[in-house]
């Protein structure tokens, strides 16, 4: 397809290619960020958790929803930095400096979330557990 400038862009073609296009990023993230594969690990324990101690359904969707929370920060922050190192190549600009920054901060700011619904969630039944 062309733009109104005649210049070339490319859409998918169904939401079939969407979908390869969207599984696609999910696989290059998690190869080439340690984090995300660290956000996946700690989500396996979670859910291992919430299994073993029957979690109620609003439990359940509070804890799952911080989980994923963090997983949608880490992609986001995984684009910006692509973008970025894109952008600026080897050369290092206070401006690329910062949006990396900022980008980690959402990421560190939604996991300090998904810890306090952890502790809100198991830290009473750990208690009583031990």
Sequence with gaps: M???????Y????NFKHSLKHAWNGLKTAVRA????????LFTGLVILAGSFFQLRQIEWLWL????FLVLICELVN???????????GDKLHPLARDAKDIGAAV????????????????????????
Excluded: C, Q
């Design 10 to 13: 490319y859409k998918n073609k």
């Design 107 to 130: 990421v560190i700011m939604a996991s300090l979330f998904a810890v306090i619904i952890g502790i809100v969630i198991f830290g009473p039944k750990l208690w009583n557990t031990f």
């Design 64 to 67: 799952l929803s911080a989980v």
């Design 78 to 88: 995984t684009a910006i930095e692509t973008i970025v190192d894109l952008v600026v």
């Design 2 to 8: 062309k733009d109104k400038k005649g210049r070339r």
């Design 33 to 40: 960020e340690r984090n995300m594969r660290t956000h996946i």
